[in-house]
């Protein structure tokens, strides 16, 4: 008796059991409800809608700007969110020993930067450069320190309000327009920024049309007699930028030449970056 009970029950628990085990599978499961994001959330994530430079946005010739002041486009909340960097990296390129292999006083002395000259430091990011061209064109002289990042320019503008230059003044662009006065430059200077067509980028590249429409705006800010230099990463360093294809400075030269340049100087001073110098050809 005690036997046939105790079976009984192992198939009473074992029934139990099982109709559990349906009931979970088969019981409604409740929907929560969708989760409705306030409207400055919405679009994280999303690529934001900036508006583009166009010739209402250039800045002019004769006027009085204030230097410090960050020029150019508008800043709205998507244009500040356009290639952001964070204030850790802008501090990695003001690393003191980047002068080792970058060696910016022989770069300058190449250049022959005058007193009261007028540079433009395209893609100055945190001012590695801009400081050192704003004393080599010295009180009389004037540099255009310009970025398509805000967060960049807005980095450069703290560092001015601690070293103060008078003569530095801030342009926000984009990848189509420099922005700045015609006839107003006397040297473009473009170091590590990448303004070209890169065919071989892992992750695709601008298309050369839009590198022209750049360069034309460069063309633009040209004085008779100035000049561009571009000092790009050699093709043979090992580069992780996804983004980034390589370039040969051969490359580079066939670009510009299609931008309307000409080389007029390759120094053969950098280890690991082309030194290129350009005119425009009138």
């Known amino acids: ?9 192992l198939m009473v628990f074992v029934v139990v059991m099982v109709g559990l ?17 306030p409207p400055e959330e919405q679009k994280v994530g999303e690529a934001p809608d900036v508006e583009f430079a166009t010739p209402a946005n250039r800045l002019r010739n004769g006027v009085r700007y204030k230097p410090g002041e960050i020029l150019g486009l508008p800043v709205t909340p998507e244009r500040t969110e356009v290639a952001p960097l964070p204030p850790e ?76 230059r008078k003569n530095v003044f801030l342009v926000l662009h984009d990848e189509s327009d420099c922005l700045l006065p015609d006839r107003s430059v006397d040297l473009a200077f473009i170091c ?34 100035g000049r561009l230099a571009i000092l790009e990463k050699s093709a043979a360093i090992e580069d992780p930028d996804p983004y980034r294809g390589r370039l040969s400075d051969a490359a580079i ?29 009138r």
């Open 192 to 225: 590590d920024v990448h303004f070209f067509h890169y065919p071989t980028a892992p992750r695709g590249s601008r298309p050369m049309e839009d590198v022209e429409r750049f360069y034309q705006s460069v063309r633009r800010v040209l004085r008779p007699g």
């Open 253 to 281: 030269v066939a670009q510009l030449k299609q931008c309307g340049f000409t080389l007029v100087k390759s120094h053969a001073v950098l280890r690991n970056q082309y030194f290129l110098v350009f005119r425009p050809v």
């Open 1 to 9: 008796m005690s036997g046939n009970r105790g079976t009984a029950l």
């Open 89 to 164: 990296r802008l501090r990695d390129y003001l690393d003191p020993t980047r002068d080792q292999q970058q060696q910016p006083a022989e770069v300058i002395r190449r250049l022959g930067i005058r007193k009261g000259a007028a540079v433009a430091d395209i893609g100055a990011g945190s001012g590695y450069f801009t400081f050192r061209f704003a004393d080599a064109v010295g009180a009389g002289g004037r540099v255009w320190a310009t970025d398509i990042s805000w967060s960049a320019l807005n980095y450069l503008r703290q560092r001015l309000k601690n070293m103060p």
């Open 21 to 37: 085990q349906v009931w979970i599978m088969l019981r409604p499961v409740p929907v929560p409800p969708p989760v409705t994001l």
